[in-house]
C-alpha cells in the first residue's frame, strides 16, 4: 500500500523534541506541535519520545520507543483539568469506552493506562493512554491524493464493523471523522480511534459533538439522537473517499484540493448543503418539530430544483453500488438510515472480502453508572480503580503503589504506576514513579486549537432552532 508508506514518511518527519535531565525515573519531554507550540509532556523513562503525532483539546498524542516492551507506541496526554468533575468524568469515560472495546479488531487498541506529572499548579496530575501505533490516518490518506478505488470499499467495510460492536453494547463514538480512522500500511487494516467524545447512547444528550464537516441534521437540529449520527458521519466519509478517487493528479500537484462533502462554514451553511444534496422528504420534515425550522428546510429543498444534478456534478463516475450505500448512509431522516449491521449486507462492502472478519464478537452491555457521579473525590477514587486494572497482570510487584487517594481538595496523595498488561514482567520490574517538582509537567495550557473553528464557538450560543445566516 504505496501511498500509506509515503504519507507516513511525512508525519513522522514532522516536530521536534527535546528533553530535561531524566530525574528519579521520569523525563520532561517539550514537544512542539503543528502550529510550532511548545507542550510539555512528562512520561516515565521507559517511554522515549520520538515525534508528535497530533494534537487538540483533546490531548497531544506521540510516538515513543517502549524500551520495555521492545516495540513503538502512540501515547496521548489527555491534558484535561482532573480537578474539575466535568473533566476528569471525560477522562474515566474515555477510559472504560476504549477497555470495554478492547477485543474489537478495528477498535484501536489500548496497552496501558496510568498518570503522572503532578505539579504545585496540577496536584493530580495527567492521565496518559498507551495505545498501538498505526501507520497513518485515513485524512492524510486523502489529503496525500492516493486514494486507490480498490480501497473505499474495504476500508469503509472496517469502518463499519467497528461500529457494529461499538453500538452493540449501546456506545456512540460521536466524532468519526477521517483522522480519527488509523491505518496501517502492512495489511491496510483501518481502526478507529478517539473515544474522547463517546459515550453511552442512552445518556448521549449535548448536541455539540462530532467535528461539524461530518455532523448529522438531528445534531444541527438540536433533536434527539442516537447511534445513527455515526452512521451519518460514515455517509461523509465514504462520500469523501469516493470524491478524493476523481481528483485530477494535474491539479493534485499543483495545489491540495479538499474532497470533504460538506464543508460548511457555520452550521446553518452545513444544513443547507446537506439538503441541497440529500434533499428532505415531507415525511423527513414531520420529525422536525419546530414550524419555523420545518417552513426553512422545505424551503431549502424546494429552491433547489435540480438535486439529481446536483448529485451527478458530486460524483461524476459513481457506480450503482456505491450510490446505493452512499445514499442510504446519508439519509436526512435518522431512523431511514441502515445500522452498522444493515450496512454491511449492502453489495458494495459485502462481496470479495474474508469472512474471517466477521467472526462473532458479543460484547456486554455497556455500564455508564459512573455518568452520576458529581463529587471529585468519588470520581477520582473510580479514576484509579480504572487505572489500577492495568496493574492487575502483575499484581505481586514489588514497589507497587497502592491506588491513589483523593482528598477532599481533588489532591493525590500517590502516583500512579504504569503497568503494561500485554507485556510480561516478574517482581520488581514495577516502574514507581515520582512526583516532579517542576511545574513543567503542566501540559494543558499548551495543546493546539481543536479542528473546530471560532464559528462552531458560535454554534454553541447559537439557538438551534434559528436559521439566520
Given amino acids: 500500500f504505496f501511498s500509506v508508506a509515503l504519507v507516513w514518511g511525512e508525519i513522522v518527519s514532522r516536530g521536534a523534541m527535546t528533553t530535561e535531565p531524566s530525574l528519579d525515573g521520569f523525563s520532561v519531554w517539550q514537544v512542539r506541535d503543528y502550529g510550532g507550540k511548545l507542550c510539555m509532556v512528562t512520561l516515565p523513562n521507559r517511554y522515549q519520545v520520538k515525534n508528535e503525532l497530533g494534537s487538540g483539546t483533546g490531548g497531544i498524542v506521540c510516538q515513543c520507543d517502549d524500551v520495555v516492551g521492545n516495540r513503538k507506541v502512540a501515547v496521548k496526554n489527555v491534558t484535561k483539568r482532573l480537578t474539575n468533575p466535568q473533566e476528569a468524568i471525560r477522562v474515566l469515560r474515555e477510559l472504560k469506552v476504549m477497555r470495554h472495546l478492547d477485543a474489537c479488531r478495528h477498535i484501536v487498541t489500548m496497552h496501558s493506562a496510568f498518570r503522572c506529572g503532578q505539579s504545585a499548579n496540577n496536584p493530580w496530575g495527567d492521565v496518559y493512554i498507551v495505545m498501538e501505533l498505526m501507520d497513518t490516518d485515513l485524512g492524510d490518506i486523502i489529503q496525500s491524493g492516493m486514494v486507490s478505488k480498490e480501497f473505499v470499499p474495504y476500508f469503509t467495510r472496517h469502518i463499519l464493523q467497528g461500529l457494529k460492536y461499538m453500538h452493540?453494547?449501546?456506545?456512540?463514538?460521536?466524532d468519526l471523522k477521517p483522522?480519527?480512522?488509523l491505518v496501517n500500511s502492512e495489511d491496510s487494516t483501518l481502526k478507529i480511534a478517539d473515544f474522547g467524545s463517546a459515550r453511552d447512547v442512552d445518556m448521549a444528550e449535548t448536541a455539540h459533538v462530532v467535528t461539524r464537516w461530518y455532523r448529522a441534521p438531528e445534531l444541527l437540529l438540536s433533536l434527539p439522537y442516537d447511534t445513527a449520527v455515526d452512521i451519518f458521519s460514515v455517509g461523509c466519509i465514504l462520500g469523501e473517499l469516493i470524491k478524493s478517487c476523481h481528483i485530477d493528479e494535474k491539479i493534485l500537484e499543483?495545489?491540495?484540493v479538499s474532497a470533504v462533502l460538506f464543508p460548511g462554514a457555520h452550521w446553518n451553511e452545513q444544513l443547507r448543503l446537506i439538503v441541497q444534496l440529500v434533499g428532505v422528504s415531507?415525511?423527513?420534515?414531520?420529525?422536525?418539530?419546530?414550524?419555523?425550522?420545518?417552513?426553512?428546510?422545505?424551503?431549502?429543498a424546494n429552491a433547489n430544483q435540480h438535486q439529481q444534478q446536483q448529485w451527478k456534478n458530486t460524483f461524476p463516475m459513481i457506480t450503482a453500488d456505491e450510490e446505493t450505500l452512499l445514499r442510504a448512509l446519508l439519509h436526512f431522516s435518522a431512523r431511514k438510515r441502515p445500522t452498522a449491521e444493515e450496512a454491511l449486507n449492502f453489495v458494495y462492502v459485502e462481496g470479495g472480502y474474508d469472512d474471517e472478519e466477521d467472526e462473532e464478537l458479543t460484547l456486554p452491555e455497556f455500564q455508564a453508572d459512573y455518568e452520576n457521579l458529581k463529587d471529585l473525590s468519588l470520581i477520582h477514587d473510580e479514576l484509579n480503580k480504572e487505572l489500577e486494572v492495568y496493574n492487575s497482570a502483575a499484581p505481586e510487584c514489588s514497589g507497587m503503589p497502592a491506588a491513589a487517594s483523593s482528598t477532599s481538595n481533588g489532591t493525590s496523595t500517590a502516583a500512579h504506576c504504569p503497568v503494561d498488561t500485554t507485556t510480561a514482567q516478574t517482581p520488581g520490574d514495577a516502574m514507581v514513579l515520582n512526583t516532579p517538582s517542576s511545574d513543567n509537567a503542566n501540559s494543558n495550557d499548551a495543546v493546539t486549537p481543536a479542528s473546530d473553528t471560532m464559528e462552531d464557538l458560535a454554534d454553541q450560543l447559537t439557538p438551534a432552532m434559528s436559521m439566520d445566516s
Fill in 168 to 174: 452493540s453494547c449501546g456506545i456512540v463514538h460521536r
Fill in 179 to 181: 483522522q480519527n480512522l
Fill in 282 to 300: 415531507q415525511d423527513d420534515l414531520q420529525e422536525v418539530s419546530s414550524l419555523e425550522t420545518r417552513d426553512r428546510l422545505r424551503a431549502i
Fill in 254 to 256: 499543483k495545489r491540495p
